[in-house]
C-alpha cells in the first residue's frame, strides 16, 4: 500500500469497516493489517477473535462475549452464528429472533 493510502486509511479510520472476510485469505493477510482493524474494534476481526476464543478454548459463555461484541455492531455473520450457538450450547432461543430472514436464507445457501 503506497503511503498516501496508509495516510489516508488512518485519518478516516477505514480499517473499522473494512470486511476481512470478503478478501481472499489465500492472498495472506498481513498480521499488523489484522491486530489494526481489531484495535479499531472492526466487527469482522471481533468475530474472528470471537470464533477462535469460543472453538478453541473451552465453548464458555466469556468467550462467546466477544462474538456477541461483533453481533451487536451487526455483524450479518457473528448474529447468526451467535444466535445457533445460544441455541446449541445453552438451549437458549432468545437470540434467534435477532436473526433477520433473509440473513438466514442466505446464511443457509
Known amino acids: 500500500m503506497s503511503k ?6 488512518d485519518r478516516c479510520r ?6 476481512v472476510l470478503s478478501v481472499s485469505w489465500g492472498l495472506g493477510m498481513p498480521s499488523q493489517f489484522l ?3 481489531y484495535e479499531e474494534r472492526n466487527p469482522s476481526t471481533i468475530y474472528i477473535k470471537g470464533v477462535q476464543f469460543f472453538f ?10 466477544i462474538l456477541k461484541q461483533a453481533a451487536d ?14 441455541v ?5 432461543g432468545h437470540y434467534i429472533s435477532c436473526i433477520p430472514r433473509e440473513s438466514a436464507e442466505r446464511m443457509g445457501n
Open 4 to 9: 498516501w493510502m496508509k495516510a489516508l486509511a
Open 14 to 19: 477505514v480499517y473499522h469497516f473494512f470486511d
Open 35 to 37: 491486530k489494526t482493524c
Open 56 to 65: 478453541s478454548f473451552g465453548f464458555k459463555e466469556a468467550e462467546l462475549s
Open 73 to 86: 455492531a451487526g455483524y450479518e455473520r457473528a448474529v447468526y452464528l451467535h444466535a445457533i450457538t445460544r
Open 88 to 92: 446449541n450450547y445453552w438451549s437458549d
